[in-house]
């Protein structure tokens, strides 16, 4: 699992060097599912420059989400996934930290279409995401984030999975 995690941030600071310039930053998580297994995920975010809603209580912002997430189980069950997701960000003013809510509706590709006995019904899963958290000064962000994968009935069986995780992001 190591060599695997490790293969996978050194892909992505690869691609992260050829996108510098736009990317906002780069996320790392740790999470659990809702049967009790380990998540760690590695992603990029690419800030969206664009702002909506200003005004004193805060602006409405977003960004796209690219990751790679390793779901660890025994060795017959663990998996793999990459998604991309919009996600839209309600930033609340502030002055060194601004707490913000986000939400997201993507996609995601999974490597087995079985995961710890729940039956995905297919490779292709939708992404949801509710997520708080603070951002601060120079860009770092912290915070918790309840993800649900699902392929909303376009196959059978549709046995979606949850996972809750806490996240860092650091800016680039």
């Avoid at 660890?72 to 997701?85: A, K």
Wanted: proline residues 2%; hydrophobic residues 40%.
């Amino acid at each position: 699992m190591k060599r695997l995690f490790c293969l996978a941030a050194i892909a992505a600071a690869l691609m992260g060097q050829s996108f510098t310039a736009q990317a906002a930053g780069v996320e790392f998580a740790v999470g659990q599912t809702s049967d009790s297994t380990m998540t760690y995920r590695l992603g990029m975010q690419f800030d969206w420059d664009k702002s909506w809603l200003q005004s004193d209580v805060g602006r409405l912002t977003g960004y796209w989400s690219g990751a790679y997430t390793y779901w660890e189980g025994d060795e017959s069950s663990s998996n793999n996934s990459v998604s991309f997701s919009p996600v839209l960000v309600y930033e609340f003013a502030g002055q060194n930290v601004k707490p913000y809510v986000e939400l997201g509706v993507g996609v995601a590709l999974f490597s087995n279409t079985e995961y710890e006995g729940n039956k995905l019904g297919s490779a292709f899963q939708f992404e949801d995401r509710l997520g708080f958290g603070l951002r601060f000064a120079g860009g770092h962000e912290v915070g918790i984030r309840a993800t649900h994968y699902s392929n909303a009935g376009l196959s059978s069986p549709n046995n979606g999975v949850e996972s809750y995780a806490l996240h860092y992001t650091m800016p680039l």
